[in-house]
């Protein structure tokens, strides 16, 4: 992974997170002191991914690193990207699509600094699922089965195409072997209700509700042909990015809120018990979603460290590069700015990652 700071060697690294530390301070209260009273707007979608910025906020996370910390609510990741480029909001999550790299190639000043939703093994949260009469007659079992049929993604050119697109190839197909249909996931349901697509791409809960209503089947999860594909990430704004000491406090949060969250889950199974209680109750109030319903999902996972896979980044944007979906060219390593999650485990310790 290459920082936008570029950094060579262990010691290169040591310094530059040193340099951040004696900004934001060396402990949890220093950092406190140091950011003390700053303000932060983050952009949310009020998704089940958004489960590290609750937990992060509901432990007082935030608090401890002096930051006064709003929510602000977008109907998709999308909209958030001209706020994020004006510098009206600090802190935004979203799927790295080819509009968001055709929006960095226009000169917004975007920077990817940590993981937000990932499908290492037993994380698989947007399963590939097809309508329950196709799976139940035999006619789509696997991915060969779907050539010509109705396959719904949530919006065109997004990393879910990719998705799609590799466990296509695991059948000989092409992406544009199958005819597409571009509908909201929570709208997955209703489609498969009414015969109005015959497979999907539907992140969860959604997967979850489309399964326990009788319409759809799981017939394969992504880490079987695309492990660890990186669907969602931390933004900051260029403006943020710039406030090293701020990023940092903020960075340290945040991870602090994954490590809790993912503390509660076991291969992808929650865990019995008070950590596993806390947070199905923190992210069912903050999303609305029923407890029986969060609990069967499978869960995204996000890094501890906050490390991004850069490889898949790569992967989905050469995608977009071969549908003919990019108005210009991105440097994918130059929009990955990992030192303020380095900074954060450099204070926190380092708390390893899905296979490695």
Known sequence: ?????????????????????????????????????????????????????????????????????????????????????????????????????????????????????????GYGYMPVMVRKDLYDSGKVKKAADLKGLKVAEPAQATATSSTLAAYLQTGGLKYDDVEHEYIGFAQHVTAFQNGAIDASLTTEPSATVAEQAGVAVRV???????????????????????????????????????????????????????????????????????????????PNYVDPDGKVNVAGLKRDYDFFKQQGLLQGDVDVDEMVDSSFAEAAVAKLGDAGSAGS
């Not at 509009?99 to 975007?110: H, K």
């Open 220 to 298: 394969a999860s992504p880490p079987d042909f695309y492990d660890k594909q990186q669907l969602a990430v931390l933004l900051y704004s260029g403006k943020f990015a710039e406030q090293k000491n701020l990023g940092t406090c903020f960075m340290t949060a945040y991870l602090k809120g994954a490590r809790d969250y993912m503390a509660a889950f076991d291969d992808g199974k929650l865990v019995k018990g008070a950590k596993g209680d806390e947070i199905v109750k923190i992210v069912t109030a903050a999303t609305g979603l029923k407890a029986s319903v969060y609990t069967a999902a499978v």
């Open 1 to 121: 992974m290459k920082p936008i700071t570029r950094a060579s060697g262990a010691g290169m690294a040591a310094l530059v997170a040193s340099a951040l530390l004696a900004g934001c301070g060396g402990s949890s209260s220093d950092a406190g002191e140091s950011c003390s009273g700053q303000k932060v707007t983050v952009g949310i979608t009020n998704s089940a991914s958004d489960a590290p910025l609750y937990v992060a906020d509901k432990r007082g996370h935030f608090k401890e690193q002096g930051l006064t910390v709003t929510f602000q609510p977008f109907d998709s990741a999308a909209k958030m990207i001209a706020p994020l480029g004006s510098g009206q909001l600090d802190v935004g999550a979203g799927a790295p699509s080819a509009g968001f790299y055709n929006a960095v190639s226009r000169g917004l000043p975007l920077r990817i600094v940590a993981d937000k939703g990932s499908m290492p093994k």
